[in-house]
């Protein structure tokens, strides 16, 4: 069963603005990280933000968690060509050493 | 840097094969994963393992086996291939340590079962 939920599926924004996509989880968490895929490729780590943090800066990417509300916001400003990929969050449970994924939303970035 | 490579990008069986997927990770990672990925699903765990020979099933580990003979190789086997298991395979591997950590992904093998 998915732990993650994204929201929006799809995604499509002009370069330069920003894209906001949301992740909601079911059960409680030690951290949350978030994942880019590219076009049938691997996944690429991209942050991971713990439990007890509220919001994570790295570059362009801005994380927050809500833990009371099980949810997660992934911001990507100004927005590049290059970030058209497919973005996935993934929790990392008390129960053990594994992650779980949600289904990923779909950016697309139009040049 | 981490390297997470899959025997193969690109595979095509028939039903009714036997067929090996196999993960090798150069960063002496203990855990080690295989999941499937289909669109709209998102990934799903079909089995891990925490160290050689050790192994655990996911959330979808009907139709698969796994083995973990050398702590840097994962296979997956797919004892008798179906349609249904037409997918993208994604194997990762990360560390044991106690702190969170990150996951290093393979490239991932599209694998069609006609």
């Known amino acids: 069963s998915q732990q993650g939920e994204e929201d929006p599926q799809a995604l499509s924004i002009q370069e330069g603005e920003n894209a906001t996509m949301n992740c909601s989880y079911k059960t409680s968490i030690n951290n949350l990280q978030w994942y880019r895929q590219n076009s049938g490729r691997g996944l690429v780590h991209l942050i991971l933000?713990?439990?007890?943090?509220r919001e994570k800066h790295s570059g362009r990417l801005r994380v927050t968690l809500d833990t009371s509300k099980k949810s997660s916001s992934l911001l990507i400003t100004a927005s590049r060509a290059a970030d058209t990929a497919s973005y996935f969050c993934a929790t990392d449970g008390a129960a053990g050493n594994k992650l779980t994924f949600g289904g990923g939303t779909r950016v697309l970035v139009k040049p | 840097d981490v390297k997470v490579t899959q025997s193969s990008r690109y595979l095509v069986k028939r039903t009714g094969e036997k067929v090996f997927l196999e993960c090798v990770q150069d960063?002496?990672?203990?855990?080690m994963f295989w999941y499937r990925q289909d669109p709209g699903l998102g990934l799903r765990l079909i089995y891990f393992s925490y160290d050689v020979k050790m192994k655990e099933k996911g959330d979808i580990p009907e139709g698969y086996s796994v083995s973990r003979e050398k702590k840097e190789r994962f296979s997956l086997i797919l004892e008798s291939a179906s349609t249904n298991q037409t997918s993208m395979y994604l194997c990762?591997?990360?560390?044991?340590?106690?702190?969170?950590?990150?996951?290093?992904f393979g490239p991932g093998t599209r694998l069609t079962v006609l």
């Open positions: 960063m002496d990672h203990e855990n």
């Open positions: 990762a591997s990360r560390r044991r340590d106690l702190g969170p950590d990150t996951q290093y």
């Open positions: 933000i713990r439990s007890n943090e």
